[in-house]
């Protein structure tokens, strides 16, 4: 089993940033190699969407935080990073840290962190 854990939400004013963390951890045999991973959100009323995600030297951002949020990892941690700028109240979400992590039997598993709060308000 491969655990998620993410830290950083919080609440914040309009315009401001916010540092996520997301750090993998799991036996030896669990994770021979993570493929991908990434952040979603969900809103409260609305489904989970895609926020940002890394694999190799490849990043894919939503439209809606694009020049905003910047997504980076650190391989040697398995620790993913979500930097938030220019913060908006429609930012404001649960957002879960997103895994694909190979097993030493080859196999490809997904696993989800419990996620952390985002709450953009004055």
């Known amino acids: 089993q491969v655990q998620l854990v993410e830290s950083g939400g919080g609440l914040v004013q309009p315009g401001g940033s916010l540092r996520l963390s997301c750090a993998a951890s799991g036996s030896s045999f669990s994770i021979f190699s993570i493929n991908a991973m990434g952040w979603y959100r969900q809103a409260p009323g609305k489904e989970r969407e895609l926020v940002a995600t890394i694999s190799g030297g490849s990043t894919n951002y939503a439209d809606s935080v694009k020049g905003r949020f910047t997504i980076s990892r650190d391989n040697a941690k398995n620790t993913v990073f979500l930097q938030m700028n220019s913060l908006k109240p429609e930012d404001t979400a649960v957002y879960y840290c997103?895994?694909?992590?190979?097993?030493?039997?080859?196999?490809?598993?997904?696993?989800w962190g419990k996620g952390t709060l985002v709450t953009v308000s004055s």
């Open positions: 997103n895994a694909m992590v190979t097993s030493r039997d080859s196999i490809e598993r997904t696993y």
